[in-house]
């Protein structure tokens, strides 16, 4: 484990270098990376969304595809589309920029539902149906998506299916005074992240999604992870709960952390630190509750002070 440490604090530095003052949200963005997981990156514009997705994309040695998504957007200018070839009297089959290893969808609210569809199978199976062929995605395969919560003029907000596949919610939030200052530096004569080169290959990639399955989950923190779950589901203020996806979300992401911490054992902590990007946008909080203000965040929280911790060994 100490080799996947060392490889993620390679990867953090190069990433720092441009996202300024964000280590968290560059954690979990790497823990998505190693478990083979989708992230949704969520907030209001201008604090660097595009920016840690596309840096990521330069500090691994992978294919980059970037999806700009408008409303007028079709599945097809996603997936591709098979055109017929004169010469050949067969019809061949064009791959759409969805063929890549790491895809930025930019904006993914402004695609219309059935342009959003169209990511489903993607995300999930990592592969493509166009016109009854099935096509499968190279690995590593991985979706970073951004989207503004805040600006509805012409947005479509994502269904509970799509959320579903998203193995992390990440939300950056305002720098500090001296973080936004460091900015202002670091982009005087050009944007830092011309400098950034990679630092990762794709085939060092997969020997770490390897070596993190490795990763010991005691069957006590197991239950603890389906408990967290369950509650979500029986909350009274709760209209949806979490699925199994996200019990197996968190089970994974744990590992990642884990490993990224140099150790080969899951921790509680870990679990806790991570139920909140990892089980809240699974959450649909009912109409009475919102009128209370109630978040899923807020409600993930209070689940976490209600369910006993396991202690001892976990081996119970």
């Known amino acids: 484990m100490k080799n996947l440490q060392t490889l993620g604090e390679t990867l953090s530095q190069n990433l720092e270098k441009v996202v300024i003052g964000k280590r968290n949200a560059i954690e979990l963005v790497m823990i998505g990376l190693l478990c083979q997981g989708h992230v949704l990156i969520e907030d209001v514009p201008g604090v660097g969304k595009t920016v840690l997705a596309r840096s990521l994309a330069r500090s691994l040695g992978c294919d980059f595809n970037r999806l700009q998504f408008t409303p007028d957007m079709l599945p097809s200018d996603v997936t591709g589309v098979s055109i017929f070839n004169q010469e050949t009297r067969k019809f ?10 790491i895809i930025l969808a930019d904006e ?27 096509h499968s995605l190279p690995r590593p395969f991985m979706v970073l998506a951004t989207q503004n919560p805040i600006e509805y003029e012409g947005t479509f907000p994502l269904p509970e299916a799509q959320l579903d596949r998203f193995l992390l919610r990440v939300r950056l ?49 197991k239950r603890y992870i389906v408990e967290l779950t369950h509650r979500t589901r029986n909350h009274g203020d709760v209209y949806l709960g979490a699925s199994p996806r996200g019990s197996l979300g968190l089970f994974r992401a744990g590992q990642a952390r884990a490993a990224l911490a140099g150790r080969d054992h899951v921790l509680p902590d870990d679990l806790k630190a991570l139920a909140q990007p990892v089980l809240a946008h699974r959450i649909i909080v009912n109409p009475a509750a919102r009128l209370r203000e109630v978040t899923a965040e807020r409600l993930i929280q209070e689940i976490l002070f209600s369910v006993p911790v396991p202690g001892g060994s976990f081996d119970a």
């Not at 990762?200 to 999604?209: G, Q, S, V």
């Open 92 to 101: 061949e089959f064009r791959p759409g920029p969805i063929f890549g290893q």
């Open 108 to 134: 993914i609210n402004r695609a219309t539902p059935k342009t959003q569809a169209a990511l489903l199978e993607a995300m999930d199976e990592r592969q493509v149906t166009v016109d009854g062929q099935t």
């Open 173 to 221: 939030g305002y720098p500090s005074a001296l973080d936004e200052v460091s900015v202002l530096e670091g982009q005087q004569l050009r944007h830092p992240i011309e400098a950034i080169r990679s630092v990762l290959t794709a085939e060092e990639i997969l020997a770490a999604l390897e070596t993190v399955k490795s990763v010991y989950v005691a069957p006590a923190l």
